[in-house]
């Protein structure tokens, strides 16, 4: 315990007597309830990192997560690798991110919104200049995820539908090599600074879903139900990702191998349902499975014809809306069988000819069915009802539906259930929490760009994008990686921002949205009949001592750092904490650090608060903002 804080404590009578308990003339100090007193949220100002609640989770040094007031500015991002320098076998990467942490009263300068630059639109003519912003623009924008999320409040504040992110694992060995730092409360601490804003942005209707796997998914909800809230929870959806087969590491590995990743879902307080989303299985090796399984298929009954349909009665629903009944006369059933020898077709052909026809006869326990039976007879006949829908997708609409039988027992039609696709005719089954129907084998090859590691197949996206999403609505993803969720949304017609740091943005993504304009003939293109169209605006966070960074990460050999460390202590935006001429007497013992140690104290002798410019410094000549970056800027914030 530190002495200074007992001393000041024990100095004010209110604090000593609170905080203190005489035992037999030993003044014993409750630690307990000081901790909880300067924890609680009433005590202290929030902190941009600081939970308001304990959520149970411990670092290594058994202090809560909640205690660490610090913000996480450098962690991790796709396919980069987090350490305080490159090891040997690392030397090869460029792509260096140093563990940085900010104190809680720089935040508001560091989320300050940022300036935009180099922007440019793209369209199938090729490239052009932007000037103006418009709300209906595509953005793909280059830079720090954490800073440019906070850029977007301005304009998106509660305009976003769907939130999808694939972000950094923290499992040690995948594509992301990590420090010994970065833990479980270090990765949560990442993640919280950014799935706050992310919750700013998302609609009171709208979805967030975050994949990862095993590793850090307990974690992970634990920590999205103290954002999000516990009650607007939805699923957790399990996807096969790959095949188990083989026998990696000669079969000594002592767990199981990985072959199922996760989408913890999380919706608006005032999201609703999510969009019928099926899994299709050839009906062949379905009725076949119900054989082997001793069961028939239902659907083998075909109402070739009607007969006539005349206005029977009317009766009311539970609202007093009419409901219409017709009885049916000369109608004409058949079995599936009898036509497929009338015919001389096979069986397949049958159901695939006559799909809209076909069906099975369900004791359906609906209000509709019920005020048909008062109604009718009790004769084996055929009648239909015509009556508005009050819910699912036909809400508002006028439906008919039949009833058939003695019981009137609703008529459900194949093609309820089925579809044909490729002159396949296939089962459907609504999607549940288990998805082991999505092909990952062609991955690699989707967008005709090449990413090792983390892409994600756009049959993924396309089932996440269309359950939670209509045509326009806007999809984030600020992990973007090599684009697969915004080529999915564009493919799709969704609106769309993607962010992403990492130099590759310009090789792989941008050069894939080119292609998805173009009509790009990969991934989904073929299911939703792609053949290009469209554009985005691609623009760039304005760096400041962000291009020093790079400069570090890419410094090749001791003189190149050395040059940097001369640069550096030039500059205005150095650390406040550090003094100029203290940088400039030290240069000899500079010099003698290791190649990673010069490294780590060029990161440190920086102002980490003026990574990017800030848009309150437009108009700073200093700062050399175009006049063409002004006025899109000023478009964008609205000024």
């Not at 997560?65 to 991790?76: A, Q």
């Not at 090796?285 to 399984?293: A, G, T, W």
């Not at 083998?300 to 349909?309: A, I, P, T, Y």
Request: net charge neutral; charged share 30%.
């Amino acid at each position: 315990m530190n002495k200074e804080l007992l001393h000041i404590l024990l100095s004010n009578p209110k604090l000593k007597n609170h905080f203190f308990t005489d035992v037999e003339g030993v003044l014993v100090f409750d630690k307990n309830k000081f901790t909880w007193t300067i924890e609680n949220k009433e005590f202290l100002p929030d902190s941009y990192t600081r939970f308001k609640q304990k959520i149970g989770l411990i670092d290594s040094n058994e202090r809560f997560i909640s205690s660490n007031n610090d913000v996480v500015l450098s962690f991790p991002y796709k396919d980069c690798v987090l350490e305080g320098g490159q090891t040997k076998e690392d030397q090869k990467r460029s792509e260096i991110f140093f563990n940085e942490t900010l104190a809680p009263e720089d935040v508001d300068c560091l989320l300050a919104p940022k300036v935009f630059t180099n922007i440019k639109k793209y369209t199938k003519d090729g490239e052009e200049s932007v000037a103006k912003f418009s709300v209906e623009d595509n953005l793909v924008i280059k830079g720090n995820n954490l800073l440019a999320l906070s850029s977007l409040l301005k304009v998106y504040t509660k305009k976003i539908k769907l939130i999808y992110i694939d972000p950094p694992y923290n499992t040690g060995n995948d594509s992301f090599l990590y420090n010994d730092s970065f833990n479980h409360s270090s990765w949560l601490s990442f993640m919280k600074n950014r799935l706050e804003i992310a919750k700013k942005l998302l609609r009171n209707d709208g979805i967030i879903c975050v994949q990862c796997d095993d590793n850090e998914q307990a974690y992970l909800k634990v920590l999205m139900d103290e954002i999000y809230g516990k009650d607007c929870f939805l699923n957790i959806v399990s996807v096969k990702s790959k095949s188990s087969s083989g026998a990696s590491g000669g079969g000594e590995d002592k767990k199981l191998k990985k072959n199922i990743e996760y989408l913890t879902i999380f919706g608006g307080p005032n999201f609703y349902k999510f969009n019928d989303q099926y899994k299709l299985v050839p009906l062949t090796s379905y009725m076949e499975d119900l054989k082997r399984n001793g069961s028939s298929f239902a659907y083998n009954s075909v109402l070739l014809n009607e007969g006539d349909k005349e206005y029977f009665c009317s009766t009311k629903d539970g609202t007093g809306d009419e409901i219409k009944i017709y009885k049916h006369s000369g109608y004409i059933v058949k079995t599936v069988n009898q036509i497929s020898k009338e015919e001389k077709i096979p069986l397949e052909e049958v159901y695939k000819k006559y799909i809209d026809k076909i069906f099975t006869l369900e004791n359906a326990q609906t209000s509709i069915r019920t005020r048909v039976l008062n109604v009718t007879d009790n004769f084996d006949s055929f009648y239909s009802a015509e009556y508005k829908r009050k819910s699912g997708r036909d809400k508002g609409n006028y439906v008919s539906i039949g009833f058939m039988g003695r019981n009137k027992r609703l008529v459900s039609y194949l093609s309820n259930t089925c579809e044909i696709k490729n002159k396949v005719i296939f089962k459907k089954f609504k999607v549940g929490t288990l998805w082991d129907d999505l092909s990952w084998s062609s991955v690699s090859k989707e967008g005709n760009v090449k990413l090792p590691s983390g892409k994600k197949p756009e049959n993924l996206l396309k089932r996440i994008i269309e359950m939670t999403t209509d045509v326009n609505d806007i999809v984030l993803d600020f992990f973007m990686g090599s684009g697969s969720t915004i080529s999915t949304a564009h493919k799709l017609h969704r609106r769309y921002i993607g962010i992403e740091q990492m130099n590759y943005i310009d090789s792989l993504v941008v050069t894939r949205m080119k292609y998805v304009i173009n009509g790009d003939d990969s991934g989904i293109s073929q299911q939703v009949g792609w053949t290009g169209g469209g554009s985005f605006v691609y623009c760039e966070l304005k760096e400041l001592n962000q291009k020093y960074i790079k400069q570090i990460q890419n410094a090749g050999s001791d003189p190149q750092l050395i040059d940097l460390y001369n640069k550096i202590s030039k500059s205005k935006f150095i650390n406040i904490k550090v003094k100029p001429s203290n940088i400039e007497s030290n240069v000899s013992d500079f010099e003698s650090l290791s190649t990673e140690s010069k490294r780590k104290l060029l990161i440190q002798l920086l102002d980490l608060n003026m990574l990017y410019v800030n848009y309150s410094d437009i108009d700073d000549e200093e700062y050399q903002v175009s006049a063409g970056d002004k006025s899109f800027n000023r478009s964008f914030y609205g000024d």
